[in-house]
């Protein structure tokens, strides 16, 4: 079985300030891990995804996330925010076993201030 | 048009009553997904099918069902509503191959139970 934490519910920022919002999962196999962004009314998207390869992953928006086998990490980080990425930020696991079934952490709520 | 439409986009009911909740998408994916979001929680899946005759159930599926009527049509019904399905209720889409974890996300369906 899977599990994800996501350690802060709530993060506010002021604007062009950095940004990390961490997540640790669980898992007994290899995972895949990714980040999705939710904007207020709308559904999910992808910011990035960590398949193989390099641990540092860039996304969309000028977000990156770095994977930490070690510490079962995948914190997610991004060096000046602005007002647009007032949103809720879910990171997610898979095992790639069965489809793409997707375990996600409970949330965190990131709002950025002028 | 969005490519994964969900209707109705909220709905208010009352106990007891059958609901249901419908998901159409015009990515061509064969894989879809109802999944539920609750605050704290995050989103935990409910059903998910991987063509018109496999359908499986989730982490959560009790008090629901599905239906799926085509490629691109996945209903959620819940036959008998309670008060602690008030929830954001997601339809998503994936790919068979590649594009490992990409799942595409409808806007969602407030429900709530009274």
């Known amino acids: 079985a899977q599990s994800v934490t996501q350690l802060d519910s709530q993060v506010p920022v002021f604007e062009e300030a950095p940004v990390e919002l961490r997540c640790n999962y669980s898992?007994?196999?290899?995972?895949?891990l990714f980040w999705y962004v939710q904007y207020p009314n709308q559904g999910l998207q992808l910011l990035l995804k960590y398949l193989s390869g390099s641990t540092l992953v860039k996304g969309i928006n000028g977000f990156e996330a770095e994977f930490n086998k070690s510490q079962t990490s995948f914190h997610l980080r991004k060096p000046s925010v602005h007002i647009s990425d007032t949103a809720e930020y879910f990171c997610a696991v898979s095992d790639g076993a069965a489809g793409n079934k997707l375990t996600f952490g409970g949330g965190t709520r990131v709002l950025v201030k002028p | 048009d969005a490519d994964v439409t969900q209707t109705p986009r909220n709905r208010i009911t009352k106990t007891g009553k059958r609901i249901m909740l419908e998901c159409s998408q015009t990515?061509?994916?064969?894989?879809m997904y109802w999944y539920r979001q609750d605050p704290g929680l995050g989103l935990r899946l409910i059903y998910y099918s991987f063509d018109v005759k496999d359908i499986n159930k989730g982490e959560i599926s009790d008090g629901y069902s599905v239906s799926r009527q085509a490629q691109a049509k996945f209903s959620l019904s819940l036959e008998s509503a309670i008060p602690n399905q008030t929830a954001l209720y997601f339809c998503a889409t994936s790919e068979v191959t590649g594009g490992i974890g990409e799942l595409f996300f409808g806007e969602g369906s407030r429900l709530t139970v009274l």
């Open positions: 898992s007994s196999v290899s995972v895949y």
């Open positions: 990515k061509g994916h064969d894989r």
